[in-house]
């Protein structure tokens, strides 16, 4: 079992930037696939990235593509989430999530491991 935990949401203004990690424990980090996920109130839990084992592959929403990028540093056991550009849309409890054997997945039943979510809010 891995555990997970998300840091770096804040509050920022429209166009600013934020880079959330997410710090892995328990187990082999390399060995799993990760993604990132959002939820605003009252909104179901959306795709927002996802990379391979080794980071070779990654894969974003459509909403996010060309301004979040998704990386792992599998020595630190740490994935992140550089966000630019923000945009009040993108305002939303962020989390991460891993699986051991499907890459890509864009669901989140696809994924067996979640962290707690960190808060991220994008003002106009």
């Known amino acids: 079992q891995v555990q997970l935990v998300e840091s770096g949401g804040g509050l920022v203004q429209a166009g600013d930037s934020l880079r959330l990690s997410c710090a892995a424990s328990g187990r082999t980090f390399s060995n799993y696939a990760m993604g990132w996920f959002r939820q605003a109130p009252g909104q179901e839990r959306e795709f927002v990235a996802a990379?391979?084992?080794?980071?070779?592959?990654?894969y974003y929403a459509d909403s996010v593509k060309g301004r979040f990028t998704i990386s792992r540093v599998n020595a630190k056991n740490t994935v992140y989430l550089q966000m630019n550009s923000l945009k009040p849309e993108d305002t939303a409890v962020y989390y991460c999530a891993a699986d051991r054997t499907r890459v890509g997945g864009r669901r989140p039943l696809e994924y067996n491991y979640w962290g707690q979510g960190t808060q991220v809010t994008v003002s106009s």
């Open positions: 990379i391979s084992f080794s980071g070779g592959l990654t």
